[in-house]
């Protein structure tokens, strides 16, 4: 059973929405029937939407309004998209009353960070002082054993790429970070007593192609979307 899975949008500056491609081709060669979603102003909006759902991944895209984790916005924070944020903050409290698999992806994880309780570093360079440059590299990650993402991926060490220039800070209460970077930044989250919520700070999907452990992660996705389906997940 293919298993349908939402996705969260980008807003363009004419005011359309748009995905990349490598997402949704990520999800159907995975198995996957991908779906893009709308922008929702309110959680009962939300969960309309989950109910044709099987799963549900957080996109990446632009920075989150610090004010939404208590901060005041530093000079070097980068845009930001209000009816985003809004948005996705409705269907993370939806997810709360439908539990869906869920993937985060780059702003995905902090999304799912900061929704949850937790912080970011607005820009990684000026606050964190990193020896990586994360907005455009590939580097290796070390990754927690026993954790979610250390069996999805099989293996201690891996090289990811990076484009980001925000990160974890504080993770949330709950959130269990399963990777990190050579210079300290988280790179994975799980959330615990769960097998079926896992975030990564890279871009799997970009990857997909030619990368065997990007692949895992988005086979991992669609077959927990999948049993979930088969046993018509709904709490």
Request: charged fraction near 25%; aromatic fraction near 8%.
């Amino acid at each position: 059973m293919r298993p349908t899975i939402g996705l969260t949008c980008s807003m363009l500056e004419n005011s359309r929405l748009a995905v990349n491609l490598t997402y949704l081709n990520a999800l159907r060669a995975s198995g996957a029937l991908p779906v893009t979603l709308p922008y929702v102003e309110t959680a009962e909006e939300a969960e309309l939407y989950l109910e044709g759902l099987d799963g549900f991944l957080f996109t990446g895209g632009a920075d989150i309004d610090p004010a939404e984790y208590g901060e005041q916005r530093d000079e070097k924070c980068g845009e930001v998209c209000a009816p985003r944020d809004l948005s996705e903050k409705c269907f993370f409290e939806a997810l709360k009353n439908k539990r869906l698999p869920t993937l985060g992806i780059c702003r995905g994880i902090q999304t799912l960070n900061v929704f949850a309780g937790g912080t970011l570093w607005q820009d990684i360079p000026s606050q964190y002082g990193a020896d990586i440059v994360h907005a455009s590299a590939e580097h290796d990650i070390d990754i927690v054993p026993g954790t979610l993402f250390a069996q999805v991926i099989g293996k201690e060490r891996i090289k990811v790429n990076s484009y980001h220039h925000q990160a974890i800070k504080t993770p949330a209460p709950g959130y269990v970070v399963c990777a990190r970077a050579p210079d300290g930044i988280p790179e994975a989250i799980c959330a615990e007593s769960r097998d079926d919520f896992l975030a990564v700070q890279y871009h799997p999907e970009m990857m997909f192609g030619r990368d065997e452990n990007a692949r895992a992660v988005f086979d991992w996705f669609t077959r927990v979307c999948a049993d979930g389906k088969q046993k018509g997940r709904c709490v």
